[in-house]
């Protein structure tokens, strides 16, 4: 398996602009995370999917954010309208839970996202 | 509420110095519990976990007992190379809900030869 796949590695943008961040998991995995990476604020979680359905997304900044998960195999993570503060590294992650809680998440290399 | 709290660094050492980072953690019931590694440029990975109190994780050289009494899963490794310099994120599962996890800020070990 090619582990969990980011689309675009690198993404610059300028403020005021619609950025799509994409990933796929790894095939039979149950659990797609996203999350975000900066120096100030480290590694926080933003939103998670079980079975294509969002379980939690109290990580979300605000409304400018959004994510879908459509299949098992595809998920977006959105910013509509996107600010120089989203400048960050995005990660997904995806894990197969099984009922217990010590599965492990594997992570993509991440989108570097910087907003001009 | 559920947290991570780890050591601040960086971590500087010599080659085959022993390392230390420390991790405590906060959460109700029995989480589980792991130390994540990322490369530059790279994603975390899984370096070692453990799921319940006196349990030990390893890998690679590195170890992390898992102290329900402290509440704290340190890691350590007995002689560091270059090729650990890294960031190292301690992490926890709650153990009653889901596979979501929450992470440290994360502790950067530099290796020098």
């Known amino acids: 398996d090619a582990g969990v796949i980011q689309s675009p590695r690198h993404e610059v943008t300028e403020m005021g602009q619609e950025v799509t961040l994409r990933c796929k998991p790894i095939?039979?995995?149950?659990?797609l995370f996203w999350y975000r990476q900066t120096m100030m604020r480290g590694l926080e979680l933003l939103i998670y999917?079980?079975?294509?359905?969002?379980?939690?997304d109290s990580g979300m900044p605000e409304d400018r954010f959004s994510a879908k998960m459509p299949n098992a195999s595809f998920s977006t993570l959105k910013i509509q309208p996107s600010e120089p503060r989203d400048s960050a590294v995005y990660f997904c992650?995806?894990?197969?839970?099984?009922?217990?809680?010590?599965?492990?998440?594997?992570f993509g290399q991440g989108t570097r996202l910087t907003v001009v | 509420g559920n947290s991570v709290t780890q050591m601040e660094g960086p971590v500087t050492l010599s080659e085959e110095a022993f390392l230390t980072i420390n991790c405590t953690y906060t959460?109700?019931?029995?989480?589980?519990l792991f130390w994540y590694v990322q490369y530059p440029g790279e994603g975390l990975q899984l370096l070692l976990k453990a799921t319940k109190a006196d349990d030990k994780g390893s890998n690679k050289g590195f170890e992390a007992t898992y102290r329900k009494e402290t509440t704290s899963f340190h890691l350590e490794k007995g002689s560091v190379q270059v090729s650990d310099s890294a960031v190292y994120f301690c992490a926890l599962s709650a153990s009653y809900n889901t596979d979501k996890l929450i992470f440290g800020t994360g502790t950067r070990l530099q290796v020098f030869p």
């Open positions: 992650a995806s894990s197969l839970r099984q009922g217990a809680a010590d599965t492990e998440a594997f």
């Open positions: 095939s039979g995995h149950n659990s």
């Open positions: 959460a109700t019931g029995y989480p589980s």
């Open positions: 999917f079980n079975n294509n359905v969002p379980i939690d």
